[in-house]
């Protein structure tokens, strides 16, 4: 008999394997980080020896959800402020704090917000920020997995002396963590009116010489677009077309102003798209065509963009107000049904993290997983697994997750770090920043 | 030394008295169900000799959140069937299973509904369905406060052969909730397409005859708007006022598909709105002018609508999406801020359960509060009580409630009530509903 590490039972497993099955009453064997079985439990059970058994009872396992764009240190800017027009809120809240950011402030920020997205079955990030390599450590030491680079903007930043240096940063980290199994980098820029075309072609230059995916914020509102048009005469995604950009693999966030044509061009190039209702909704940049985009087969991914803009990073907040966004843009309540929004969170997010082992539970694929307890009333009773995970359940009734086949978190208890003392860190760095703020 | 029933402690209290104090280090004396002082711990603590001592630690008191518009037995249809269109879901899976209703289910239905809103901070509802006497029997379980009524409609339902049937339910329920404590009871036509001017008449005279406030769904959608063009020539709010029935106190459900005279004619008459952005959302409705009624100084409150078209019942995520929905609809980041998302939610909930005692934290008022954990990582680090209340927290994190003084809900367990037992007993109203859908 076939050994394998762990088993897990629960009344339902979703799978978002290919044919998108979910499994009453079903068993996931869980051997060297992968998944070795995933089926009814009469025929998983009888046939792996597991080392260790886990039965949730009336418990939905899923796949780890994705974070397929977000800041996730910012958690130290949550609510500082709100309800403030884009460039108030940059200029007088957020950039003072930011320019006086150290590497620590950025890891403790990363690692609460990495408790919150394991707190609510979220196993993947793809990331942005500065100090990047503060952001892996913080992965580290929760256990989630990283896609993570630094952000090269065309002007200096507490991290960096210029767009020079946070290439090499980012080549350092490449450099670091080849090979690593849970964290790997992308190239960053941050978007095309904070950079200038010669910065995006040493991006892409980085990206192509060390086989790095590419994350940047694109057509994230008709701002953007007009300054791009004004500048460099072509709108921004002609002008990444233009650069090469698109010919690396991209996970491009927010897209939202964009037109037919240019929903053709990022067709063409494949890129994959990560949507961010809550942050578009919150600053008022618009909704994003993904229901035309999914009709045309492009890739599209769901991420919480930083707390500073949600103010969550929890994909179940993003998979409801996904579905809702759509319906009440196109008035019709058929558009972007749940089955779809689930994708976008799992397989949608395997394509933004540019790897194919995540985002379903197969043979093969790894291990990564949460659990939802479907006793909490709000998934009282249960018709269709789907629907209760994006309209009915709110991220908190997750009760364990697994990532590399490993328990990073189960009722309350984090494996790797002490929340408690990371709470406790976090009046410091409520200080820090009130008073970098001008506040107190 | 004066003696109260319990004093609660908690890192911060938001009373959303007059001045919208929020304390830090404070305390809340409740006696007789209502509160008998509030303020920092050092002055209150001191003051009173209190039977039980909370020490809630770090944790944030609320006023009990109030969902304005719900029909909460309908739990048992939630997740049966999203993303149809309208009419094809009420009439292929709502009304099939509406039509072999039960009271006992609806006893049930409701419970579980109920106990979804106390877990998440909710400690009122203005309720409509039919059995309406079941759902006073389940809030009365629950400890839950409700203002409700048998909806009338101009064709027999499962629980009244027509709309003077269901006028007689209501006076019946007028007669035996006079002078309850936690329960009270509208008259609730179900809407203008689904009654006559008659039957409105005749709701409305029911209504002053006992003092009754009126709850109703009006102007859901652009389809009613024109079906009463069609039927009466005039628009629903026309309608309303020409028959009188704005004259008398109001909670009114959606408001989506009004003209600025129609929101003249509403004004004027000092109506409570109750908005509804999840259902309006999913079901495709439109966008309830909620930022211009404010600004009008009109009273609005915020309602989950039923389970089946949300499928929540959590005020949390309505507060979150009316705040971000606005912002997106105006093309405004500084639309409907926090505070007057929080303001809807409580005092604006107080309006729509037309009782002045309820949605804020001072002496003589209601002693209705809740509790929220603010170690939660998404409540991590706290600079703003009233941001995390609407833009950070997912009601999850709810743990007391307290409704009149009695602590109805703490730390999972409901002390009114086995939770277990519903739970079980849901599964047989889940084969019920199944089988009426003729799913099974």
Redesign the interface.
């Known amino acids: 008999m076939p050994q394998c590490d762990v088993i897990l039972h629960a009344a339902f497993v979703v799978t978002q394997d290919e044919d998108r099955r979910v499994m009453e009453n079903a068993s996931l064997a869980v051997a060297d980080g992968l998944v070795a079985a995933v089926g009814p439990r009469g025929e998983v059970a009888p046939r792996w020896r597991a080392a260790q058994e886990i039965d949730l009872g009336n418990a939905l396992i899923f796949p780890g959800l994705v974070n397929a764009h977000t800041h996730s240190a910012m958690?130290?800017l949550?609510?500082?402020a709100?309800?403030?027009?884009?460039m108030e809120?940059l200029n007088t809240r957020i950039f003072p704090v930011e320019r006086q950011l150290t590497p620590e402030i950025v890891r403790l920020g990363s690692l609460?917000g990495h408790?919150?997205m394991l707190?609510?079955g979220v196993t993947a990030c793809v990331d942005m920020y500065i100090f990047e390599d503060a952001v892996f450590e913080a992965a580290r030491m929760a256990g989630l997995r990283c896609l993570g680079g630094e952000a090269v903007f065309a002007f200096p930043t507490a991290a960096c002396a210029g767009p020079e240096a946070a290439l090499e940063s980012t080549r350092a980290l490449a450099e670091k963590y080849r090979d690593n199994g849970r964290l790997a980098v992308a190239v960053n820029p941050h978007s095309v009116y904070t950079t200038t075309p010669e910065i995006l072609k040493s991006c892409r230059d980085l990206a192509l010489e060390y086989n790095l995916p590419l994350h940047i914020h694109l057509s994230e509102s008709r701002d953007e677009t007009e300054v791009c048009l004004k500048n460099h005469g072509k709108r921004p995604v002609v002008l990444c077309r233009d650069l090469g950009l698109l010919d690396v693999p991209c996970t491009l966030a927010h897209v939202v102003d964009v037109t037919p044509e240019d929903m053709d061009i990022l067709a063409d190039h494949g890129v994959v798209v990560a949507h961010n209702p809550?942050s578009?909704?919150?600053?008022?940049s618009?909704?994003a065509p993904a229901a035309d985009m999914l009709e045309r087969g492009m890739r599209v991914a769901l991420g919480t963009d930083g707390?500073a803009s949600?103010?969550?990073?929890?994909l179940f907040?993003e998979m409801?107000?996904a579905?809702?966004?759509h319906?009440?843009a196109?008035?019709?309540?058929?558009?972007?049904?749940?089955d779809s929004v689930l994708d976008m969170a799992t397989r949608g997010g395997a394509w933004a993290m540019h790897n194919p082992k995540l985002g379903s539970l197969a043979p093969g694929q790894a291990a990564d997983c949460a659990a939802l307890d479907l006793?909490?009333?709000?998934l009282?009773?249960?018709?269709?697994a789907v629907?209760?995970m994006v309209?009915?359940a709110?991220?908190?009734?997750t009760r364990l997750v697994m990532v590399d086949g490993e328990i990073v978190y189960r009722d309350g208890r984090y494996s790797r770090f002490d929340?408690e003392a990371l709470?406790c860190e976090?009046?410091d760095?409520?200080r820090f920043?009130?008073r970098a703020a001008g506040i107190s």
């Open positions: 958690t130290f949550r609510g500082l709100d309800d403030m027009p884009l809120w609460m408790a919150e707190r609510t809550s578009n909704m919150k600053l008022a618009g909704v707390p949600n103010n969550r990073l929890n907040t409801g107000r579905a809702l966004m319906k009440l196109g008035r019709n309540p058929a558009l972007l049904p749940a006793s909490a009333p709000n009282q009773p249960m018709y269709n629907s209760h309209y009915a709110t991220g908190m009734e929340y709470c976090m009046l760095i409520r920043a009130l």
